[in-house]
């Protein structure tokens, strides 16, 4: 059974850093691109950060360039987010998804993506 879980998400005062790592299970993670999405209460899904499979392509939304940070690691079937100098703003439930679009088309079209995680709530408060 393909599974896709999230970890790492937590309280943290704005300006801070928390890593995320979404975990594959029942299937190999490169034969897929990977993508984070956000959701905060009363908005739509975003896409965040989205990474090939090879690792070589990344996208960002604009409100996170120079902040965060996707990179993954097929030998342990990880992907990672890592987010630097947190907002209130980022505050969500951020997930993790794979599919074979495009990290463009990816990114852009949350509502066709096929794998989902169960989401990890980042809080940012001080």
């Known amino acids: 059974q393909l599974q896709l879980v999230e970890s790492g998400g937590g309280l943290v005062q704005p300006g801070g850093s928390l890593r995320l790592s979404c975990a594959a299970s029942?299937?190999?993670?490169?034969?897929?691109?990977i993508g984070w999405f956000r959701q905060a209460p009363g908005k739509e899904r975003e896409g965040v950060s989205c990474?090939?499979?090879?690792?070589?392509?990344?996208t960002y939304a604009d409100s996170v360039k120079g902040r965060f940070t996707v990179s993954r690691d097929n030998a342990k079937n990880t992907v990672y987010l890592q987010m630097n100098s947190l907002k209130l703003e980022d505050t969500a439930v951020y997930y993790c998804?794979?599919?074979?679009?495009?990290?463009?088309?990816?990114?852009?079209?949350?509502?066709?993506?096929?794998?989902w995680g169960k989401g990890t709530l980042v809080t940012v408060s001080s």
């Open positions: 998804a794979a599919d074979r679009l495009t990290v463009q088309a990816m990114c852009a079209n949350a509502r066709v993506i096929d794998y």
């Open positions: 029942g299937f190999t993670l490169d034969y897929y691109n």
């Open positions: 990474i090939s499979r090879s690792g070589f392509t990344t």
